[in-house]
């Protein structure tokens, strides 16, 4: 009963709840998916240009999720409105005659006229969103349109009016299968204000990789317009919509959508129908359709979880990186856009570690790094020094603006939102602007690929907000050098214990949940001071 308490909550009177947005299969199409508490009813979309005129209706499905050991059936359905125009504004509302209709939703039909504006960002928990915007807590695992209602002038709220489109590259709620899916629910709940507006678009993470958070994905975003082969993906919910990877057209961009959890354990011990051989092959074949079709859709997008290039302590994917670096390349791939590690990086454009260090007709891929949305678990200080790929890095939490202007012109900007240890008039504040000229698309030149890996690099910039937090030196030497001689000069022990006490701080101020990124100095279990300790005591 106290399940069922709590998913009526979410879904709202009408069971009708928890409604997001997704791009069509065709120009004039825009998919809507929503849950339900009750089985039955037709679930179909009411829709039209007035909010008291929808006169246009089309019927969906529904799927139940039954996966779930102490939690009744719930439901997920998907419709689709067709006939859209472009660059109209329309309004629906979802649900039945039978179980009621949601609220009455509102989105603009794919704009035709530049600038085009997506939102690009990874790594968002249900608590400590703090993208969604100001009011969103560590403490607090809700942060509805009511949360938000007071301050609608930053963060991911302000930003409805004029996105043709969000990007959330993988590891969703933390995690979307914890309580029986209530905290999936409470996820879906919160972005509504967001993806109810704005066509939400996905690719899958890591947090999302046992076998109940994939059902979990998989179900919940089936939705996305899936041009996969093999097109059905199975889970422990059953057989649907295969949404590992996908590639779409929007805005003067193609973009591929793909899972970088193929290439690891677990998720590539589940499927012998859906590997990283039939990802690669599917994707040689979109790369080639996409270089053919640069006409229309000049730029070329691919993200997935993990970052091929990355300076965070946990460093790049070795086995991502190694499988498509010199497809990227030989493809002319102009962004590769990554999360998982829970900062903002933007490289030069870059081949083998090798970089042109300006924006002007790249001759490599540029790769980014925007893992930062917010979630329980904490970002950690850079302990290294940035390579001379690295252009900007910063481990304050935010989201980007990929703003395309035309065929030629890509406006590329990094919004802070961090409420850690920053002033309130900090937040949306831009920290990294800058703009990327391509006049000549299509597969790089290996006669032109950079050359050089160059021992410094003045024109690279690091923000790191934890130089006041750690208070460990001057602040014009660079914060890892100061972090390389507290460690020299006191021991990993000491140094340990300095992270804590950062945590110590952080959790005082957001909340009591928070730990560090990849399990570092855990605050619960405290793994890494019982590691040095032991080690400490071998020596």
């Known amino acids: 009963m106290r399940v069922a308490a709590l998913l009526a909550a979410c879904l709202g009177a009408a069971n009708a709840g928890q409604v997001h947005l997704a791009l069509g299969m065709t120009p004039d199409e825009t998919s809507v998916q929503w849950a339900s508490e009750k089985e039955g009813g037709l679930s179909e979309v009411l829709y039209g240009t007035s909010p008291g005129n929808l006169t246009m209706r089309q019927q969906g499905d529904s799927r139940s999720y039954h996966a779930n050991i102490l939690r009744e059936k719930w439901y997920t359905r998907v419709a689709v409105m067709t006939g859209l125009k472009p660059n109209t504004k329309y309004y629906y509302k979802v649900g039945d005659k039978e179980n009621g209709y949601s609220d009455v939703f509102s989105f603009v039909n794919k704009r035709n006229t530049p600038p085009y504006q997506h939102i690009l960002f990874g790594d968002m928990g249900s608590a400590a969103a703090f993208t969604i915007c100001d009011a969103c807590t560590q403490h607090d695992k809700v942060c509805t349109a009511t949360t938000c209602a007071k301050n609608t002038s930053v963060g991911l709220v302000s930003e409805v009016d004029t996105a043709d489109m969000f990007l959330h590259a993988g590891d969703f709620a933390y995690n979307l299968d914890t309580d029986e899916g209530k905290l999936g629910d409470q996820f879906f709940e919160n972005i509504e204000q967001l993806a109810s507006r704005v066509p939400y678009m996905v690719s899958h993470g890591n947090h999302e990789d046992a076998p109940g958070s994939l059902a979990q994905y998989i179900e919940r975003f089936r939705s996305q317009p899936s041009n996969a082969i093999p097109p059905t993906y199975t889970t422990m919910n059953g057989e649907t919509t295969n949404t590992m990877y996908f590639s779409w057209d929007h805005a003067l961009v193609h973009y591929i959508s ?229 460690r020299a000069e006191h021991g990993e022990l000491a140094w340990a214990k300095k992270l804590q006490s950062v945590l110590d701080k952080l959790n005082g101020k957001t909340g009591d949940d928070a730990e560090w990124e990849d399990g570092l100095l855990d605050k619960k279990e405290k793994t890494a001071l019982r590691w040095i300790d032991s080690n400490q005591n071998n020596q």
């Not at 354990?265 to 859906?274: G, L, N, Q």
């Not at 949305?373 to 890095?393: D, I, V, Y």
């Not at 690091?462 to 460990?472: E, G, K, M």
Request: with cysteine; aromatic share 14%; proline share 7%.
């Open 258 to 486: 793909f899972s970088t959890e193929l290439f690891h354990a677990p998720v590539a011990e589940y499927s012998d129908k859906v590997t990283k051989h039939t990802f690669l092959s599917w994707l040689k074949d979109d790369l080639i359709k996409a270089n053919k079709n640069r006409d229309a859709f000049p730029w070329i997008v691919v993200h997935g979880h993990r970052p091929l290039y990355s300076s965070a302590n946990s460093g790049y994917d070795h086995e991502v990186r190694a499988a498509l670096e010199d497809l990227f390349f030989q493809y002319g791939v102009d962004f590769s856009v990554n999360g998982h590690q829970h900062d903002y990086e933007r490289s030069f454009p870059t081949y083998k570690d090798k970089s042109q260090t300006n924006f002007t007709n790249p001759t490599a891929t540029i790769y980014v790094v925007t893992g930062a949305a917010g979630s329980h678990e904490m970002h950690t200080p850079f302990t290294t020094q940035q390579p001379s790929w690295s252009a900007f890095r910063s481990n304050t939490f935010g989201y980007t603006r990929m703003i395309v202007h035309n065929a030629s012109h890509i406006h590329w900007q990094q919004v802070q939102t961090d409420p850690a240890d920053f002033p309130q008039s900090d937040y949306g504040r831009v920290i990294d602007d800058i703009w990327i000229v391509q006049n000549s698309h299509g597969p790089f030149n290996p006669a032109n690929a950079p050359t050089e890996i160059p021992e410094t690099c003045d024109e690279c910039k690091t923000v790191d907000h934890f130089a006041p937090l750690l208070n460990l030196g001057p602040s014009d030497v660079p914060l890892y050098k100061l972090i390389q001689q507290y």
